[in-house]
């Protein structure tokens, strides 16, 4: 509404924007009548390279389909590009305002219905009408589930074909596991990596199959490896605040692994915002204890925020406003469902991670495919109320961590700048929850060494990137210095084919510390509570 009134306003605006849409469109006008006549004729308006939905030749070959194709795209470009174009508006305002605009423009593509879809009535001719009765049925199917099914959760389970990397929970405590995995050498680096994984979603995502798993990468290369598994909190749980997370997460992580191993010091990897509490915890940590004394002797970061100014898509859900309804939610409830932070996720990209199964599942009556990723992406956890509205107020809202000093967490001050330890950080140049220019910037903050990895693809496939011949993906590496910008580290950083998993080892190999017996999943002082991969990761 902001942004209609906003051009109202500015009709001298509005005119310059209208007569280039009337140019345009008489320029679909004599392309429509081209094709209605059989003519050649070059379309005036193309879809993006990503947008699978006209992939059919149906939609090019057809003279009808084509022009409501053509007709849909010209009139989605231009409201998309006068939005972003508001006069009046905030930059924030527009990418607001365009948002939701292009939500409602997604949901009303003709690809979407049945009538407007020649992809959905000819295969409804060529099975003889049993595409829709399959579609009918995946449609009561995920109304039953509550949302759009993007795996089914009968094709994977927990334990069995994923998450199967041989371990033990050696830890318990209410907030999380701690798993320390079987080792597949006879002999491991002396000191152990400590995985921080994010609390959104369960930790399987770095042991999805053993081809595709960074634990058992890891586990091949001589590393001892803990990763954490964090509890899925419900009511009685409302009140647990970010102080628990860090000192009976993070920290009880790494002194777990550090006393198992026998050693003062680990070398701690965080994914996404397990990345950022691990900052944190660095912060504290160099601040909680003597310089010699800090267990953490370098950290790796995948896909990591710490400064919030610009952290991607997701801030359409972020002011003032929304932080203060979804609090007061939470104080109803005592959590944050997890299926409400996949839902919004599921927004940002909703073409493909909404649309895409409502068309394949309802109109081609198609079932959805097997994918790891995709079910484990279902597997949402919860947030507890306090922690959750915490971290949303000091961190994204107002931004707070990369100010010296203006946070307190577990009674100690965090600032950035007294992290010294050395800093591996990958970000994924598609990312569109952790944007790569906005992970960048921990490199403006932290004081140590830092090698800085820009991996291809988004979020996940950027980061569960193992090793394959011929290589699929590719990455950017270079050291970082706190002067550089994500432009200029860019412009000199070499690209490489392959998976930047070979530039972490021959980074981390050398500090891990020297070869030793390697040590079994438990042992007396620290029992198995259970095997791999826990009871934790099966709440629902």
Not at 79 to 107: C, H, I, V
Request: glycine residues 6%; aromatic residues 12%; negative net charge.
């Amino acid at each position: 509404m902001h942004a209609q009134l906003a051009w109202t306003l500015h009709p001298q605006e509005l005119g310059e924007k209208l007569a280039g849409l009337t140019t345009d469109l008489w320029k679909l006008q004599s392309h429509s009548w081209c094709r209605m006549l059989g003519l050649p004729s070059e379309e005036p308006v193309k879809p993006h390279v990503d947008d699978q939905r006209w992939a059919d030749p149906a939609w090019t070959e057809s003279p009808t389909w084509d022009l409501v194709k053509d007709w849909y795209l010209a009139c989605t470009h231009h409201f998309q590009d006068m939005l972003y174009d508001t006069p009046g508006l905030s930059s924030k305002e527009r990418r607001r305002a365009a948002f939701w605009w292009r939500e409602w423009l997604n949901a009303v593509a003709p690809t979407n219905f049945f009538w407007t879809n020649p992809v959905a009535m000819r295969k409804a001719m060529e099975t003889g009408g049993e595409s829709l009765v399959h579609g009918l049925e995946n449609l009561i199917a995920d109304i039953r589930a509550g949302s759009v099914r993007m795996a089914d959760p009968e094709d994977f389970k927990v334990g069995e074909n994923l998450a199967t990397t041989p371990g033990a929970v050696v830890f318990r405590n209410r907030l999380l596991e701690v798993i320390h995995y079987a080792p597949t050498r006879p002999q491991v680096h002396a000191e152990p990596v400590v995985i921080i994984t994010p609390w959104i979603n369960k930790f399987y995502v770095l042991d999805l199959t053993p081809k595709k798993s960074m634990v058992r990468f890891l586990l091949d290369q001589g590393f001892d490896v803990f990763i954490t598994s964090w509890k899925n909190p419900d009511a009685s749980m409302a009140d647990v605040g970010f102080d628990d997370y860090l000192r009976d997460g993070v920290h009880a992580a790494v002194d777990t692994a550090r006393r198992f191993c026998g050693v003062p010091r680990v070398h701690a990897v965080g994914y996404c915002i397990g990345g950022t509490a691990l900052t944190m915890y660095l912060a504290w940590a160099n601040r909680h204890f003597a310089p010699d004394e800090v267990p953490v002797a370098d950290f790796t970061l995948f896909t990591t925020l710490v400064d919030f100014h610009k952290p991607g898509d997701i801030e359409v859900f972020i002011d003032e406003r929304s932080v203060s309804h979804l609090s007061a939610q939470m104080q109803r409830q005592g959590y944050l469902d997890g299926k409400d932070m996949a839902a919004a996720f599921r927004l940002l990209r909703s073409n493909s991670l909404i649309w895409h199964y409502v068309v394949n599942g309802w109109l081609y009556g198609e079932s959805p495919q097997p994918f790891d990723v995709l079910y484990w992406n279902m597997d949402s956890t919860r947030m507890p109320r306090a922690m959750h509205a915490w971290y949303l107020r000091e961190l994204y809202l107002h931004n707070r961590l990369i100010e010296a000093d203006a946070l307190e967490v577990a009674g100690e001050s965090l600032d950035l700048a007294r992290i010294r330890q050395p800093l591996y950080a990958v970000s994924a140049v598609d990312d569109h929850i952790a944007p790569w220019a906005q992970t960048f910037r921990i490199v403006n903050h932290v004081v140590g060494d830092k090698r800085f990895v820009l991996s291809s693809s988004g979020h996940i496939l950027g980061i569960v990137n193992p090793p394959v011949k011929p290589p699929k993906r590719s990455y950017r590496v270079d050291a970082a210095h706190r002067s550089d910008s994500a432009e200029t580290w860019r412009a000199r950083a070499q690209e490489h084919d392959g998976s930047w998993w070979e530039d972490w080892m021959a980074w981390l190999g050398p500090k891990a510390g020297q070869l030793v017996d390697a040590r079994p999943a438990a042992t007396a002082a620290f029992p198995a509570l259970a095997p791999a991969p826990g009871t934790y990761v099966l709440e629902r």
